[in-house]
């Protein structure tokens, strides 16, 4: 038996092996080539297995994180085919193996943070909200730091956003609300079907999370 | 259900300029298009939607450009020099927009009160 080609564990002997082996150097080489619509076969032909491949080695893992692990691990194959070689692993198990590994990194930094913030007691956290907010600072310490932040700093950020983004930046940062329902009354979108308004949500906080963290740089310089 | 991770897959490709999605899906919300009519602004099915999103852009070179969007027109059954219509429309919006956080964001600053040199 062969490994399998697909992202699922689907497992194919002989001509069908082969089959899909072809079928995967093709694909492989309109990516290479510039293919426009390559990526998206590579999408479709293998987001779900790995998906379900990802959630089924990893099943304590939050399922939102492991389809956003996988996503990105195609996105970024499909962008750069080249990291991928043909001749060590099938582009199955490439993608299983790159998406385990940033699926471990992410619980890594999980942990990390969530060690952090246990060390810390009150008195650190304010020495930590003196303009001393570290290179990969997360969005949540910049508006977190926002209590002992220079005013005129403070007022740099703020003016950044308008009233509704502010509520909003505060809802995910300050106090860390997970619900989607919440966002969506606040931005007025509960009218919307479900999918739509959870997508229009995260769509919202991927921006504002975006300008924080272009606002940071100028925190730091600044501090 | 694969239809939904696709479309969400869109949505995540939408952050990357490669791909199409950073042009459509911005674009669709600046002219207040669901997924149905921006499909329909296409011309193509709706549930090919998000597999056009997943494509790559265009390459920007004219003879490129051409190129890849017949190739991408071909694929989906879309009429070429509309596709190729609906994306300049949409590059030219996203432009503008770019041009006006730059300009917002320059605006911020110089509200910013000066700092003492204490």
Request: proline share 6%; hydrophobic share 45%; charged share 30%.
């Amino acid at each position: 038996m062969e490994e399998d080609t697909l992202g699922g564990g689907a497992v194919a002997s002989g001509a069908a092996a082969e089959r899909l082996r072809e079928a995967e150097r093709t694909l492989h080489a309109r990516l290479l080539a510039g293919d426009p619509t390559a990526p998206s076969d590579l999408a479709a032909e293998y987001l779900a297995p790995l998906v379900v491949r990802l959630a089924r080695s990893n099943r304590h893992a939050d399922p939102h994180l492991v389809e956003t692990v996988a996503t990105d691990v195609v996105l970024a194959t499909a962008e750069h085919p080249e990291r991928y070689q043909p001749d060590r692993s099938s582009l199955g198990k490439y993608l299983h193996m790159a998406a385990r590994g940033d699926l471990r990194n992410a619980f890594k930094s999980a942990s990390r943070r969530a060690a952090r913030e246990r060390s810390m007691d009150p008195v650190e956290l304010v020495a930590l909200e003196g303009n001393s907010l570290q290179d990969d600072a997360d969005p949540a310490e910049i508006v977190a730091a926002r209590g002992s932040l220079d005013p005129a700093l403070l007022a740099a950020v703020r003016a950044a956003f308008d009233a509704q983004e502010w509520q909003v930046v505060q809802l995910m940062v300050v106090d860390d609300v997970r619900d989607t329902n919440v966002y969506a009354r606040l931005l007025g979108i509960e009218h919307l079907p479900p999918e739509q308004r959870k997508r229009e949500v995260k769509r919202v906080k991927d921006r504002l999370n975006k300008r924080l963290r272009r606002l940071a740089p100028r925190i730091r310089s600044d501090g | 259900m694969a239809d939904d991770l696709l479309r969400r897959a869109a949505e995540r490709a939408a952050e990357r300029p490669f791909f199409l999605a950073a042009t459509l899906l911005p674009y669709a919300r600046a002219e207040g298009l669901d997924d149905a009519a921006l499909a329909a602004r296409l011309g193509c099915a709706p549930e090919a939607l998000s597999r056009l999103l997943l494509c790559r852009q265009p390459r920007p070179e004219p003879g490129a450009f051409r190129d890849d969007v017949e190739r991408i027109a071909a694929a989906f059954g879309l009429a070429a020099p509309h596709l190729a219509n609906v994306l300049r429309q949409a590059r030219a919006l996203a432009t503008i927009a770019e041009a006006e956080e730059s300009a917002w964001l320059a605006a911020a600053r110089d509200r910013e009160p000066p700092v003492s040199d204490e």
